[in-house]
Structure formats: structure tokens, C-alpha cells
């Protein structure tokens, strides 16, 4: 008689080998690319995402919308690029926005959208509330003989869609290079999540509701940080709750690329 120990694989489908799991094992190893743009809106509209013990940032009226592209591997699947180049690219759109834990600033993700359903089933394992999207974003290839490389001048876009609705457009014009220490918060700060799985009982509280600190480790820089003059839209849904959150006044956009490994989470509190 099989015994559920007898399945493997870190999330659904369990299978007798694991290989299919649609999410492999952590520690997760990122490569990305990003176009943000960071920008004040209401702060009230921010404070509404923050239940306690989550608290507002020391700028409450803080945000930024990023624009990414991913390359992703983890441990026992380092060749999957070449076995399948689909289950490690991706791109997303997200707003994120400042807030506070016991006093230590952070930043939590409270809208996202990506284009692959291996990166939306492990974003939700992280507390990520990604949902499917189309994502697009400039791209230079410096031997077109039209393309120029990448530098001052250059203009770079992000645009995000989801069920037939264009949701957010970003731009950036390059005017300098700045150091990481430069960016903005709050970007850069600890990652805090909410974890909400419900329960299929009737009435029943959810099965996991719990914020979570996302743990991270090699953090590495491309050479190039960029900054310049930044454009956010916002644009009206029928389906989505963004407008709350739009931009009152961007304060810079900013193109760079980044490494990082995930390898756990901390639990520092649980509402169940």
C-alpha cells in the first residue's frame, strides 16, 4: 500500500519520483534584470495593505513599480536551462511599497503579475500575490545596426496586461549612472510577506496565515546602475484594485541587474 511518504516533490503534482513537482526543492538561485519606477502615492491607500504587526515605513507614502525579467535555477535542476529553458525565464510586474516591522524597515510585494505558472505557484509558497499576466519590456541588442548600446539617452519601457486589460505602463530616459547606495528606499529592504492558504472547511479559519521575513543570501550588482528621468501610468480595471496606489509623483526610474540566492524564510507571526 503506498504511503504518502512514498511521493515526492517539493508541491503538486506528488508523484512516485518527483520529477514533475511544478516548483523544485530551495535554496532558489535568481538572476534579473529590472526597470523600477519609484513614486509617492496615498499613503492611506499603502496603510490599508498593512495589518498589524505590520506598520507604514518611515516615508508611509513610499512606492515603486518593477518591471523584471528572471533567469531561475535551484539545486538539483542547474541544467535546466538547456533541458528546458521555459521553467527558468519569466518576467514580472509588481507594486511594491514601504512598511515596518518592530520598528525595522522593510518592503512587502502587494500586487504582482507574472507570465509563467512555475514562478506563480512559488511566489504564493513566499507570500507573493501573483496572478497571470502579460509582461513587456524594452530590450537592446547593440549589434542592430539601429540599437544603440545601453547608456545615456537610451529609453527603456515596461508595460503589464492581464485578462485582456493594460494595466500599468513605466518608462525610463537614462541620464547617469548612481551607486546601489543611491537607489531609493525602499528598495533594497528586508522582504516582509504575508502567507495566506485557506481552508476548504466551511467558516474554518485559513489553514496558513502567517508573515513571513524572506531570508536571502550572495547578493550581487551589475557594474551599470542607471537612473534618469521616470513616467508611471496607471490605467482603469474592471478587475484589478491598483488605482488606489497610483502615482501622485515619481521621484526617479532606475535600471539595473541583480543575483541572489533564497534559502528560507523566518515565521514572525501567525494569525491563526
Given amino acids: 500500500m503506498t504511503k504518502i511518504n512514498d511521493l515526492k516533490g517539493f508541491c503538486y503534482p506528488l508523484t512516485p519520483k518527483g520529477q514533475s513537482s511544478l516548483v523544485g526543492d530551495f535554496p532558489w538561485h535568481y ?21 498589524e504587526p505590520l506598520e507604514p515605513g518611515p516615508e508611509p507614502d513610499m512606492a515603486y513599480v518593477a518591471f523584471s525579467k528572471w533567469w531561475s535555477v535551484w539545486d538539483d535542476a542547474v541544467d535546466m536551462p538547456f533541458i528546458n529553458p521555459e521553467r527558468t525565464q519569466y518576467k514580472e510586474a509588481a507594486i511594491w511599497v514601504g512598511c515596518s516591522y518592530k520598528g525595522t524597515p522593510g518592503q512587502i510585494c502587494i500586487h504582482i503579475w507574472v507570465d509563467n505558472d512555475f514562478s506563480m505557484a512559488r511566489g504564493w509558497f513566499m507570500g507573493f500575490s501573483k496572478k497571470l499576466g502579460q509582461i513587456y519590456m524594452t530590450d537592446y541588442n547593440a549589434l542592430n545596426p539601429k540599437m544603440n548600446p545601453l547608456g545615456v539617452g537610451s529609453k527603456l519601457k515596461g508595460i503589464v496586461s492581464a485578462h485582456g486589460e493594460r494595466l500599468m505602463e513605466g518608462s525610463l530616459q537614462i541620464e547617469n549612472k548612481i551607486e546601489r547606495s543611491e537607489l531609493p528606499k525602499p528598495m533594497g529592504l528586508p522582504l516582509f510577506h504575508i502567507r495566506h492558504f485557506p481552508s476548504l472547511v466551511k467558516g474554518a479559519k485559513p489553514s496558513v496565515l502567517e508573515l513571513v521575513k524572506l531570508g536571502t543570501t550572495d547578493w550581487n550588482y551589475g557594474e551599470d546602475i542607471w537612473t534618469g528621468k521616470g513616467d508611471l501610468k496607471f490605467l482603469q480595471s474592471e478587475l484589478e484594485e491598483h488605482m488606489p496606489l497610483a502615482p501622485r509623483k515619481v521621484i526617479g526610474a532606475y535600471h539595473f541587474k541583480n543575483g541572489y540566492t533564497f534559502d528560507g524564510a523566518e515565521v514572525l507571526h501567525s494569525w491563526v
Fill in 31 to 51: 538572476g534579473t534584470e529590472y526597470i523600477n519606477i519609484a513614486y509617492r502615492t496615498d499613503p492611506n491607500a499603502i496603510a490599508a495593505y498593512l495589518p
